[in-house]
Antibody, heavy 123, light 110 residues
């Protein structure tokens, strides 16, 4: 059974940093691209970032480019999101999502999602 | 890059059909056959319902179907059931290793 479990969400002050983790099980992580998608409370979905199976292709939303860094450790079956210079508008549930392909320039649908971890940016 | 455009709400009675539109540009919806649709019930993670415009994952009822014409994709739910009441989001590959979502549509079963 495929499982994605996010962790690392917390209440942080604007300007600070936070690192999210996603533990994957039930499939071979290094066969697939992985993504982060966020959802502000009561709002819609927003794609944040994606990473190809071998980490050679990376994409970021304009809203986080230069502040967030996606990475993966296939040996540890884990996906990460390093978030720096956090802003109040980054407050959201952050979902880890598995792509159905290994590369980013491909059908970019997400067949499995975690339950999300809440990041709250507030002073 | 702006979100794909979806109507904020849609509704239908049990047994009826409802169609939700998703409008983008030639840089996303119109440029690739990589449109997907997700269903999200309150408090739950999204669930993939349609991918590559028309394909259904295993386990998704055939009451759900997708199509595309030009820069607009559509999700049709036939034979509406109470459990179909949820938020629906479209998504598309947008080039340059990016993905874009629609703003979401709240489907109400009357």
């Amino acid at each position: 059974e495929v499982q994605l479990v996010e962790s690392g969400g917390a209440l942080v002050q604007p300007g600070r940093s936070l690192r999210l983790s996603c533990a994957a099980s039930g499939f071979t992580l290094d066969d697939y691209a992985m993504h982060w998608v966020r959802q502000a409370p009561g709002k819609g979905l927003e794609w944040v970032s994606g990473l190809s199976f071998n980490s050679e292709s990376i994409g970021y939303a304009d809203s986080v480019k230069g502040r967030f860094t996606i990475s993966r450790d296939n040996a540890k079956n884990s996906l990460y999101l390093q978030m720096n210079s956090l802003r109040t508008e980054d407050t959201a549930f952050y979902y880890c999502a598995k792509a159905d392909y290994d590369i980013l320039a491909a059908p970019s649908h997400f067949d499995y999602w975690g339950q999300g971890t809440l990041v709250t940016v507030s002073s | 890059q702006s979100a794909l455009t979806q109507p904020p709400s849609a509704s239908g009675s049990p047994g009826q059909s409802v169609t939700i539109s998703c409008t983008g540009t030639t840089s996303d919806v119109g440029g690739y056959n990589y449109v997907s649709w997700y269903q999200q019930h309150p408090g739950n993670a999204p669930k993939l319902m349609i991918y590559e415009v028309t394909k259904r994952p295993s386990g998704v009822p055939n009451r759900f179907s997708g199509s595309k014409s030009g820069n607009t994709a559509s999700l049709t739910v036939s034979g509406l059931q109470a459990e179909d009441e949820a938020d629906y989001y479209c998504s598309s590959y947008a080039g340059n290793n990016k993905v874009i979502f629609g703003g979401g549509t709240k489907l109400t079963v009357l």
